[in-house]
Each structure stands twice: as C-alpha cells, then as structure tokens.
C-alpha cells in the first residue's frame, strides 16, 4: 500500500464575525480524498497574527469534525496520526471564526495521508 502526504497550507486573511461564526477562507481551503483511496489527518500547525484568540474548525462534508483554538499572536502543532479514517469522496474543509471586527492573517499547514 503507497501512502501519499496532502496538505492544505498557505497564509490567509480573515476578518472576524464572531466567535460563533466560522467563516471559509480564500481562496478555499479544501482537500477530497481520492475516490479509491482513504485518509486520516496526522498534524495540523497553525499561527494567528491577531491581538485576540480564534479558532480553525475543520468540517467533514459540511460538519464540524474538529475545532482548533490559537491563542492571540500564537502558535499550535498537534499531531493527529491514527485518529480516524477519512473516506472515499469526503470533502474536508477549513475555516476560520474570530471575534467581530478582528482581522489578520492565518498560517496553516494541515497534514494528510492518503492510503
């Protein structure tokens, strides 16, 4: 079995709605597993340069699968290997929520492998 690395990185911009509104980010941050093959998410790095906390929710197929706080002007890592198996087709996306109002910019490196 060849597994394959996937990632969603880059460094996005994002303004705030709230806290309970988590926006996507662009361009889109979105990963699909290959049709013949399974995935599971090993790690996700990310940084926040804004004075307050937000948070990076990743959805599976349109709903929330995991929620990922970064403290103001922050850092996280967290290795994730041989949490859950991610399905043919399934759609993954990224998304951010903030405060109202507050804006900056997101580093994110989420890791993938495909199986």
Not at 32 to 54: P, T, W
Not at 64 to 80: C, E
Not at 87 to 111: F, N, R, S, W, Y
């Amino acid at each position: 079995m060849l597994e394959k690395p996937k990632f969603i990185q880059g460094v996005f911009a994002f303004q705030g709605s709230g806290l309970t509104a988590p926006r996507p980010l662009e361009p889109a941050t979105t990963y699909r597993v290959s049709q013949d093959k399974r995935a599971q998410l090993v790690y996700f790095r990310a940084g926040n340069s804004a004075a307050e906390m937000i948070y990076v929710v990743i959805k599976r197929d349109g709903s929330p699968m995991r929620y990922f706080p970064i403290g103001a002007k922050d850092a996280l890592h967290i290795q994730l290997a041989v949490v859950e198996d991610l399905h043919p087709g399934t759609l993954i996306e990224a998304a951010i929520a903030a405060p109202e109002g507050v804006g900056g910019q997101a580093l994110l490196d989420i890791g993938f492998m495909e199986f």
